[in-house]
């Protein structure tokens, strides 16, 4: 008679449905997850758990005792960025270089929600970038908390070093990148081609960018900005999208 509180989680089940249309296949508490149980007849070709396991889908069953291929929606990070959304970003970063607030800051929060399709939290109620008292740090910080970065460990020279070591670009045409180089006051945003490992440089609010350079002219560039502050450390963060995706388990080997 109620809708299930956990429908917003679900958005392939009816919110009305009661054990996942699975009856007697498990026990469904206040209409919360099923736990699958060790009665029933449950078998692990029937896509559940094998009989012995009694609970709630987690990861850490999933680690431990393995499902047969159980396919469930999941928010995921996507690291990829294709051709057009680098084109689109790069067009309106040069149609719009300097008529954000705080310029540099301004271009980079916008900048950053255009590739991550996330709010990064410094606009106030008419739309528009609050940005007293803020850094780059804050927009990193504020976008990893809303699960669209990465902090990446790096340090000042190092930059496209940690950028190309990165695991998780192999399947990417492009990967995005916001850095804090020269201190927290200044920010660019870095995109880097993986097939052939060019880089461009979106220096936010200078309009001194560069564009398809090689790994070692992207690095130069930054250089010469941490030498305005060579006190002062880099930090850097990979931007993502997310997405909703399908995601199957492994099979039990019994």
Same mark, same amino acid.
């Given at each position: 008679m109620s809708v299930d509180p956990l429908a917003e989680? =679900?958005? =392939?089940?009816?919110?009305?449905?009661?054990?996942?249309?699975?009856? /007697?296949? *498990? &026990? %469904?508490? %206040? /209409?919360?997850?099923?736990?699958?149980?060790?009665? *029933? *007849?449950?078998?692990?070709?029937e896509n559940m758990l094998a009989r012995s396991q009694v609970g709630p889908i987690n990861n850490s069953v999933i680690?431990?005792? /393995? =499902?047969? %291929?159980?396919?469930?929606?999941?928010e995921v990070p996507n690291y990829n960025f294709s051709n057009d959304e680098i084109e689109s970003f790069k067009n309106w970063n040069e149609n719009n270089s300097g008529i954000e607030p705080g310029e540099c800051l301004g271009m980079a929060t916008t /900048?950053? %929600?255009?590739?991550? &399709?996330?709010?990064?939290?410094? &606009?106030?109620?008419?739309?528009?970038?609050?940005?007293a008292g803020k850094t780059v740090y804050d927009l990193g910080e504020n976008l990893e908390k809303k699960g669209?970065?990465?902090?990446?460990?790096?340090?000042? !020279?190092?930059e496209t070093n940690s950028i190309v070591n990165r695991s998780n670009t192999s399947n990417t045409q492009n990967?995005? =990148?916001?850095? !804090?180089?020269? !201190? !927290?006051?200044?920010?660019? @945003?870095?995109?880097r081609q993986t097939a052939t490992n060019q880089f461009s440089i979106y220096d936010q609010g200078t309009g001194w960018d560069i564009?398809?350079?090689?790994?070692?002219?992207?690095?130069?560039?930054?250089n010469d @900005?941490?030498?305005?502050?060579?006190?002062?450390?880099? &930090?850097?963060?990979?931007?993502?999208? @997310?997405?909703?995706k399908e995601v199957r388990y492994p099979a039990i080997n019994n």
């Open positions: 989680k =679900y958005p =392939y089940n009816s919110t009305y449905a009661f054990q996942e249309n699975k009856l /007697g296949l *498990g &026990r %469904e508490l %206040e /209409g919360l997850e099923t736990w699958y149980t060790n009665t *029933g *007849g449950t078998k692990p070709d680690e431990d005792n /393995g =499902y047969v %291929e159980y396919g469930v929606l999941k /900048g950053s %929600e255009k590739l991550t &399709r996330e709010d990064a939290g410094f &606009r106030n109620s008419n739309g528009e970038n609050f940005l669209v970065a990465t902090e990446i460990p790096t340090s000042q !020279g190092q990967t995005a =990148y916001l850095a !804090g180089p020269a !201190g !927290g006051y200044h920010s660019i @945003i870095i995109t564009k398809s350079a090689t790994q070692r002219q992207a690095q130069s560039q930054i @900005i941490n030498s305005h502050h060579p006190t002062w450390g880099t &930090r850097l963060w990979q931007l993502n999208k @997310i997405e909703i």
